[in-house]
């Protein structure tokens, strides 16, 4: 028999006495395993220990209130080893029989230190009662350090039947925005990131997120997808610009036109698109591709993107297809390889729904996107507009919500205005992402702000 590196856990989800941790009130919880060293036979191929010795800890969770808990790892790994642990996770229901050993896969949306690597992230139902992980390593040199495991409980989604609105793009092009989830709609207590950065898209990235396909709280879903962002890899806000369950419901993550972290770290100019699910051996849902082709056509539309085209990409420092996969400049197999190969036709979708569904509006109003400078931004409550070249004479200022409402107006009290800067006074609206417009005689010019 091999000697090897050997950690093996069992984590017991129902009727656990100690009361340290309670994810009704944290959320959260955090648990480090120390490796150790064990004499073990080999697994064999269908991933079932054929024997061999085990450590054990219990996670301090007294109930849950939700569908189900997230669950990731995450860990240092030497240089040395590289990639050569394996993590593999099985469960027992209710039932009391164990599932088979799966490979836990591991997430490449890798944003910071590139000695941590992280696990996906996997959803656990509550008809869960154990967890069992267990690592295997070459030997004691090269095993994962650091190694912690991460709990989240998103709690129950409330339901809401509160009427969505839908925007429209710019003048010229008027697509029509699917109905969203706003952020208050999926989570309460999920703030923006304080340094948001707002970003001229030219790409678009589609991605999934190699998760479960079954979980059917989805508003839950996104919660953990920003706890394991945030409290787990310690981002500044959910990685996707955009998120869209199975049910074909869109979910604002990022916002529009703000810096993401999905693209290995090119995200400049870029907006993520997050299919919720596993797509390697099965395809997302009709509902699912039709909402992304309106997502698809309605951005191309507004930021005057050739849908079937490529441009240069300044981050990456080369020419790609406007509308991409994940794979497509990262390593990773993301969207799926199931997935992957629609793209062509979901683009071509969006095509034909900028032809026939989306009014044109041609008028004398263009959009100028570059001769305006807003700063700072973002901002706690003063924006100035540099007009150096700009003719405000018998201009108009306003500030739009994301469902396109107006929420603040230029008026004598909330602006001052030189020959060469406006200076706004913006600290009555709340925090949050917004699109200010500027109005002139024959332009139409709108840049992302963000208020904190």
């Keep these: 028999m091999q000697k090897i590196a050997l950690a093996l856990l069992i984590i017991c989800l129902y009727n656990i006495s100690y009361s340290q941790i309670d994810l ?24 079932s220990l054929k024997n061999g010795y085990s450590t054990k800890v219990q996670v301090p969770i007294k109930k849950m209130d939700s569908e189900f808990i997230s669950f990731s790892i995450s860990w240092r790994h030497l240089q040395s080893s590289a990639l050569n642990s394996t993590f593999y996770i099985r469960g027992k229901e209710k039932t009391n029989e164990w599932e088979n050993w799966k490979i836990i896969t591991i997430d490449h949306h890798n944003e910071g230190d590139e000695d941590i690597r992280y696990s996906n992230l996997m959803f656990f139902e509550k008809d869960y009662q154990e967890l069992e992980i267990f690592v295997l390593g070459a030997d004691v040199n090269t095993f ?17 039947t509160n009427t969505k609105k839908i925007t429209q793009s ?43 396909n079954s979980a059917t709280d989805w508003a839950a879903a996104v919660r953990s997808f920003w706890n394991f962002h945030v409290n787990v890899k310690g981002w500044d806000d959910i990685g996707y610009n955009w998120l869209i ?89 993301c969207p799926g390889n199931t997935f992957y190969p629609l793209i062509p036709t979901i683009k071509q979708n969006a095509v034909n729904i900028i032809e026939n569904d989306c009014e044109s509006t041609a008028t004398t109003e263009t959009s100028n996107i570059q001769e305006l400078k807003v700063y700072p931004n973002p901002s706690n409550g003063i924006i100035n507009l540099d007009i150096q070249n700009v003719s405000f004479e018998t201009g108009h200022i306003y500030i739009i919500n994301l469902t396109s409402k107006i929420i603040w107006e230029n008026n004598a009290k909330n602006y001052t205005a030189t020959d060469k800067t406006i200076r706004l006074d913006i600290g009555s609206i709340p925090q949050g992402i917004y699109i200010l417009v500027l109005k002139l005689q024959d332009q139409l010019i709108r840049k992302t702000i963000v208020k904190y």
């Design 24 to 47: 009704i009130d944290s959320k959260n919880a955090t648990i480090k395993l120390e490796p150790e060293t064990f004499v073990l036979s080999d697994l064999d191929e269908n991933h």
């Design 144 to 160: 994962p350090q650091n190694i912690k495991l991460h709990f989240y409980n998103p709690t129950k989604s409330q339901i809401n």
């Design 170 to 212: 710019r003048a010229g092009c008027q697509c029509l925005l699917s109905a969203y989830e706003s952020r208050t709609d999926w989570c309460d207590n999920c703030p923006i990131g304080s340094n948001a950065t707002p970003t001229d898209v030219s790409h678009i990235v589609i991605h999934h997120s190699a998760s479960s």
């Design 245 to 333: 369950d199975p049910n074909g419901k869109l979910y604002v993550g990022r916002a529009d036109n703000i810096k993401g972290a999905h693209y290995c770290g090119k995200n400049s100019n870029t907006m993520g698109i997050c299919m919720i699910g596993t797509f390697t051996d099965v395809a997302p849902t009709q509902q699912a591709k039709t909402t992304l082709a309106q997502l698809l056509a309605w951005k191309t539309c507004k930021e005057d993107i050739e849908p079937l085209g490529s441009s240069f990409h300044p981050s990456t420092n080369a020419t790609l297809t406007n509308i991409i996969g994940h794979r497509n400049g990262c390593s990773t197999e």
